[in-house]
């Protein structure tokens, strides 16, 4: 019962805190000589609203546009891929289903933890700055940054869902006769493949987001396009190149709630 | 070299402090078909596990064949000594028939050659005629998924005559069955399953599938054995009252 109070009595706590630190964030907004609004902003703000009734549907830009918007997927589908690949292997390891040595095991489980939380831990973004000022502006930086950051997500994820698959018939194929890799590939990999799947798929639409965003630092792709017409002012181009990123996203959506669906029914 | 294939001998297991088995001992002869009843919680399934090798005894021991379980990893020389059936969870419902059965192999077939025939399976021929001698030979391509309670378990049982060990481990084969469809199956066990050299630990909670089709009982409450008789001497007060 004290347990109990003592729960109730920190979690009051944990909720005054986070309250005033609340109030003190907004408080340090007011507190600066800037002004929070550029008002000379608004003329801008509203010719931009305005140039959507004047979008950019020229063939030859549309064309552009629809280019940039394949070389976005591309990267996407690249970056994923080589994350996948890289990935399996590593995430059956990190797993712990996999090695009969407790030892061995152990070992292999903390540092590829540790490795997969290190580059998970960077966003894609940062990674694309990083790799820009080493290999310089090349398609190769979007792959790589999709691909540093998603082995450690999805390493991660592999390896929770090959542990948290049921036990029973895990112990049915080690009586069976299989040792620890064997009952991975006959027991633990089926029983996961739905949910590893669907999360591959789930990771793909937050990949094409961010390979959109990644191209706003000079890779090519459709944020590249939208950066270049937003820099010469062309707001009607701009409001094309948001419209092909939506609709981008959209189809990709629909087309991973779709798969999703029927793997999980 | 004993005449009985399993040796249990003042077997303990601890879970923490708590015990799970008190001194358990008994002995199984070649071709018996043994029960085992009790309430939930008794320490059944622990019993079980150990002789499976699958957990360790915290003290005594288990020979299979004069074989010490406790020291064998899961592999070639455990799978030929003891294998399992259980409540109808022992197969890997995304798999197709065809490799669920042929993970009965798995003791036997190197790494590679269990990819290889996940992507195409071996002994295709071998697998269909056991399929049909148990009925389900139309299933053999089928998702394990979508096969009825009764159907899985007779998958279990294809996949044990593959691996062919000495001694079959039942843990409640057929409480998830209805009751034609659990007659079914503890016949297919006593006729597939049993044989001269090989052995059947069986839990069950049925008086009539008991006196039916094992030869002897064995009654566990509150972590030990309180009693161990043959299947003509069981009446159903002995049973209420180890179910009280």
Known sequence: ?265 | MSNNLIEVDGVTKYYGADPALKDVSFSVGRGEIIGIAGPSGSGKTTLLNMISGLSKPSAGSIKISDKDIGKLKPGKELAALVGMIDQQYSIVPELNVINNVLAGNLGNWSLLKSLVSLIYPLEREKVSLMLKDLGIEDKINNKAAHLSGGEQQRVSIARLLIQNPMVVLADEPVSSLDPTRAEDIMQLIKSKLVTENRSVIITLHNTKLIQNYCSRLIGIKEHSVVFDVSSDHINEEMLSELYK
């Open chain 1, 1 to 265: 019962m004290k347990q109990i109070s003592n729960y109730v009595e920190s979690k009051k706590i944990l909720t005054l805190i986070l309250v005033a630190a609340f109030i003190w964030s907004v408080m340090t907004i007011f507190n600066t000589d800037q002004a929070l609004i550029s008002y000379d902003g608004f003329s801008t703000l509203l010719n931009f609203l305005w140039s959507i009734f004047y979008l950019d549907i020229t063939p030859d830009f549309l064309f552009i546009c629809f280019k940039a918007v394949i070389q976005t997927i591309l990267y996407a589908f690249a970056g994923l891929s080589l994350a996948i690949i890289i990935a399996i292997p590593v995430g059956i390891l990190s797993s712990g289903t996999y090695i009969h040595n407790t030892y061995i095991n152990n070992t292999f489980v903390v540092v590829l933890r540790f490795l997969l939380a290190a580059t998970r831990s960077i966003h894609e973004l940062v990674w694309a700055l990083l790799l820009v000022s080493i290999i310089g502006l090349s398609p190769m930086v979007a792959v790589l940054a999709l691909t540093i950051p998603y082995v450690g997500i999805l390493g991660r994820i592999f390896a929770e869902q090959l542990r948290d698959v049921p036990e029973q018939p895990i112990r049915a194929l080690l009586t069976n006769g299989a040792n620890y890799p064997k009952a991975v590939i006959y027991g633990r990999i089926p029983l996961a493949m739905p949910n590893i799947i669907s999360y591959i798929f789930y990771r793909l639409e937050c990949g094409i987001r961010s390979a959109a965003i990644m191209s706003f630092i000079g890779i090519q792709g459709i944020g590249y396009q939208i950066h270049l017409s937003l820099l010469d002012l062309k707001f009607g181009q701009v409001w094309t190149g948001l419209i092909c990123l939506t609709i981008m996203v959209i189809v990709v959506d629909l087309w991973s709630t779709t798969v999703r669906k029927a793997l999980t029914t």
